[in-house]
Structures are given as C-alpha cells and as structure tokens.
C-alpha cells in the first residue's frame, strides 16, 4: 500500500476514533492505541514503523513544543523544587530501583536474566509520558498546580531518560564510566540542551514579536519546535530538553507580543498540530504491538509492569515526604495520583527497539517494554478518572462555582472585545458611530457577567473562601517574584531579599488541603 493511501487512511482512523470516544466518554489516546492494536492484528492497513528516526524528527519536536508553549515560567518557577526532583534524581531512582527489583526477582522472571539487562530495561521505560491522563485531567476539575506538575514532570524527564538511556547503554556495553565521568556528562548535556533551546527561543519570539503577521508568526514557531531539536541533535545535545525550554521561553515571550487575532491563530495551529501527531503516535504504537508475543512473555510482562509501578510509587512517595516542610509540599493523594499517571509511551518503544541485535535478552526486553508501556496507558488511562475521584481530587465542582467560571469567561471575552474594539477606533479605519452599537453590546454583555459574579460571590461563603485564598495566593507569588527580580537588578542585597523571602515563604506554606 503507497504511504499516501497509508497516510489518508491513518487520518480517517483518528477523525473516526475521535467522533466515537466523545459519544462512548473514552479517552481519545487509550482508544487510539486500542484500535491501533485491532488494525495491527488484521493487517488491513500497513504503516510506517515506529522508528527513532521518525518519533525524533517529525512527532516528538512538535509534541514536545506545543505542551511546553502553553506552559507558564511562572508556574514552573513556583514548582521548581518538586519538579526538579521528580524530573532527574526522582527518575534516576527510578531506574536503579527498578533494575534492583528486576534483578532480584530475576528467577522468577527467567533463569539467567543479566542485572545489566535489568538495567537498561529501568532505563527504557524510566521516563514518563501522561499524555493520556493529562487528556482527562483537562476533562475534569483538578487543581491547577497538579496538572502542572504532570505536564512538567513529563517533559523534562523525556530529556532526562534519553540521556541516562544513552549513558546506561554505553557503560554496559562496556565503555569506560564513573559516577563524576556520568554526571559531568549528563551535564553537559542536559545543561547545554537547555542554553540552547533558551537562546533559539527567544530569539524567536523577539522575530514574532516584531511582525504582526499570522502566518509568519505560525512558521517562526515551527522553525523553533524543530530547531531547537535539530540543532540541539547535531551539537549532540540533548534536543529534548533544547525543545522543551525553547517552547517555554517562546511561549512566555511570543505571545505577550501577539496581536488577539495573531494569537487565537498560533493557537489553534498548535492544536492541531498536537491533535494530529498525538493521533499519529497512539496509533502506531497500537500497530507496533505483536498481541501473540506479548501472550508468550505475559508473566514477565506483568511482573515488569507492577516492579515500575512499584518503583516509581516508591519514588514518588519519599519525594513527598521530603517536600512535606516546604511551600511545595505534596498531599499524600496527589502522590497517589502522580504515581498511577506514570504513563509510557512511544518514547520508551524506540529506546529499547533502538537496542543492537546481539544485545542479550533483546526480544525479551522488547515485549517486556511493550507490555509495560501497553498496560500503563490501557489499565491506567482508562483508570485515571476513577482514581481522581477515588482520591478525592477531581471533585465535581458546586453550581455556584460552575456558574462562576461561565460568568467570569463571559465578562473575560467581553472586556477582551473592548480592548480589540479600542485598537479598531485608534486605526480610523471606520467612523467611530459605526462602533456604537458594537460597544454598547460588549459592555451590556460584561456588566452582566460581572453582575452574576457578584451576586453568586455574594450568596456562597465556599465561593468567596475559595476565590480569595486563589487572589491572595497569585498576589503573594507576585511579591516573591518583584523580590527576585530586585536583587538581580542590584536593588536589594542578597541576605534582605532572603528576610524579605523567609516572611513570604510563611504565609505561602500550603495548608493540608486538596490545592496547594
């Protein structure tokens, strides 16, 4: 079958999936990787291997760029502490603590299973991908910071596993390593990927924010996705983390610069972008999957699936003990929760397909990979609302609350018109009476949003608790921010800004509630 036909065909597939799931309440990614594995075992249609070669250069760059442009710096800063530590030290414990349990049970997994072998399978399928479960987070009311937290874990332990992968794979096929040889390297690399996805971000963004040209402003986006990622694969870089923090940093700087229209463009261009590519990757890992040499393997595929659930569960779990004294900490149902949207995906396909053919165990290591990656995003994506709900994270929001949000994006969009509205008036490019009606629309619609806010805010104690705590929370981290920017500009000396942050960081220590 020609790749054209192929292509069309895989695009129907996802349009078709994509109808069925919003009537059927499944999520899109599991269904995907569910019919994928049907088309995969009736051979109706042939498609292109899930090779590094592709994920590399065409789906990852994309996925990766349009997840971390939508992401705020600030809400990464306010997390740094906990997403550092799940992203590098909490994934390399994972990887070990893996291996240590794979190795240990190696008699139970098959006679003569290498610790080396172990090794590079705690590698393979260390780093994380929850797209699927942030798909349903989006779905539900879940706290904010919790899906920053699954988005931004996952992003940059991508970057984290590839290179850990390529350093476990190296010293096991015996090239000379030590712990400081290993850790000055990861450096380099993670530390040279994100200077350089830095640099080509913003200079991006500094380009868009010189045009005001949709189309234009669309491609120089595209140009840093994928450069950030080529260039940062031809310096031998990581070009994972390069693309990561050139989305942010582009994001951040792009869109403050947009004209309305120019934004709500790129927007909608990145999501279909990311639409399109996530429906290319679930269906070919669904393709990718051999049902019959899965079955042959299935003992060691079930035990490997509950030693990294365990693993990272683990991992997880201490990470948020040692949060627990800091304005980051961790509810222990949020640890719960973070611990089951360890999802793995394409990324840990192509690492372990990527193994050399005399590797030893290879073909195990392969079923063994796709089996865990097949289970985590089948059994726990399916799983993820119950287990929100079970945890009593993602509550139904109240009716006041509901009718809140309508009323605040009705006044949001009103008073957005205006402002557009004033820059049309500025540009005389129509008389000014052929605008009256027009405003006095937008304003008649705004007062009455503001009105609903009013009366509901009025009317509902929870309401207004729950409103204020989230305006005296942004108001605070805004002061910490104004503090730091204060001492680099020389304003402040290093030991007043750390009095003045040792104040702050009180009143911002989270309470034992469900939105820290």
């Known amino acids: 079958m020609h790749f054209e036909v192929v292509f069309v065909l895989l695009f129907v597939v996802a349009t078709a999936v994509a109808i069925a799931t919003r009537r059927a309440r499944l999520p899109y990614t599991v269904a995907l990787v569910l019919t994928g594995l049907l088309l995969g075992a009736t051979e109706l249609i042939t498609p292109p291997p899930l090779t590094k070669e592709l994920l590399f250069t065409v789906l990852l760059p994309g996925l990766l760029f349009e997840a971390a442009f939508h992401l705020k710096p600030t809400d990464l800063f306010a997390n740094k502490i906990s997403l550092s530590a799940l992203a590098i030290p909490g994934m390399i414990a994972v990887v070990l603590l893996t291996a240590a349990l794979l190795g240990s049970l190696r008699m139970a997994l098959v006679p003569g299973f290498p610790f080396s072998a172990a090794l590079v399978f705690g590698a393979a399928v260390a780093a994380t991908d929850p797209i699927a479960v942030v798909a349903v ?7 904010p910071r919790l899906l920053v937290l699954v988005e931004g874990e996952s992003l940059f332990n991508d970057g984290t596993g590839v290179v850990v992968f390529n350093l476990v794979l190296a010293s096991v096929a015996g090239a000379h390593f030590t712990l400081a040889g290993a850790t000055g390297e990861f450096l380099r690399v993670a530390g040279l990927g994100a200077v350089l996805g830095a640099a080509i971000g913003f200079t991006g963004a500094h380009l868009i924010r010189r045009v005001d040209e949709a189309v234009v402003e669309i491609t120089l986006t595209v140009v840093v996705a ?10 031998h870089v990581s070009g994972v983390i390069a693309t990561v923090v050139g989305g942010v940093v582009c994001g951040h700087y792009a869109r403050s610069g947009m004209a309305p229209g120019s934004r709500l463009a790129v927007n909608a261009f990145w999501d279909y972008v990311a639409f399109a ?7 070919l890992i669904g393709f990718e999957v051999r049902p019959a ?4 393997s299935w003992k060691q595929i079930l035990l490997a699936w509950l030693v990294v659930l365990l693993a990272r569960t683990v991992v997880i779990f201490l990470s948020a003990a040692a949060l627990r004294g800091t304005r980051e900490r961790l ?6 929760m973070l611990s089951w ?9 192509v690492l372990v397909l990527a193994l050399p053919a005399g590797f030893p165990f290879r073909e195990l290591l392969v079923n063994m990979t796709f089996g865990v990656v097949l289970l985590t995003i089948v059994v726990q994506g399916l799983t993820a609302a119950p287990m929100l709900r079970l945890l009593g994270i993602s509550l139904p929001a109240s009716e006041p609350a509901l009718r809140h949000r309508l009323a605040h994006g009705a006044a949001l969009a009103a008073r957005h018109g205006l402002a557009e509205l004033e820059n049309v008036r500025r540009e005389a490019s129509m008389s000014p009476e052929l605008l009256v009606g027009l405003e006095q629309d937008l304003r008649q619609r705004m007062g009455a949003a503001e009105r609903t806010q009013a009366e509901l805010e009025g009317r509902s104690a929870p309401l207004r608790e729950e409103l204020l705590d989230e305006a005296n929370r942004r108001v605070l981290l805004a002061q910490r921010e104004a503090l730091s920017a204060a001492r680099r500009e020389g304003i402040l000396e290093a030991a007043s800004e750390q009095q003045l942050l040792i104040a702050l960081d009180a009143t911002l220590i989270v309470k034992p509630r469900e939105d820290p």
Request: glycine share 10%; charged share 5%; no cysteine.
């Open 226 to 235: 994928y450069g950030t990622f080529v260039f940062g694969e031809q310096l």
């Open 277 to 283: 590519l996530n429906s290319i990757v679930f269906l």
């Open 341 to 349: 949207s360890g999802l793995r995906g394409a990324l840990s396909m």
């Open 137 to 143: 987070f989006r779905n539900l009311t879940v706290p």
């Open 293 to 296: 040499a899965l079955l042959a």
């Open 331 to 336: 509810p222990w149902s949020w640890a719960a």
